[in-house]
């Protein structure tokens, strides 16, 4: 059984673990952006199954393409969960914004 991550742990290998946590944050992210479009994506052999391309997405990334958790996240995965974090919530990124120099007039949705 995967345990929670610990504040000792936490303290102790800080940089490890926020790693790990972000590197799960992602791999949450294309799941459910890949759920998103599941049956409204197709090629000249039919529906397209997004299940088989997460492993294809996931290998291709690199660290500079990482998107950082939104406050809040909390994995599904309990061995990258924090012992004093609750439950997850159902997972809904952040919308990216849209700004016009520095004034931002709405947010848009992935």
């Not at 949450?28 to 299940?51: C, D, M, P």
């Not at 061995?79 to 004093?84: G, H």
Request: hydrophobic share 30%.
């Amino acid at each position: 059984m995967s345990m929670a991550i610990t504040k000792e742990s936490y303290t102790d290998l800080k940089e490890y673990w926020d790693y790990q946590r972000l590197l799960e944050y992602n791999k949450e992210l294309i799941r459910y952006r890949l759920k998103k479009v599941q049956g409204s994506v197709f090629t000249q052999f039919g529906e397209l199954n997004t299940a088989s391309m997460f492993d294809n997405i996931w290998y291709s990334i690199g660290n500079e393409d990482l998107e950082k958790p939104h406050e809040g996240w909390v994995p599904e995965d309990k061995k990258y969960r924090f012992e004093w974090e609750g439950k997850p919530k159902k997972f809904l990124p952040p919308k990216p914004a849209i700004y016009v120099g520095d004034k931002k007039i709405g947010e848009f949705e992935i």
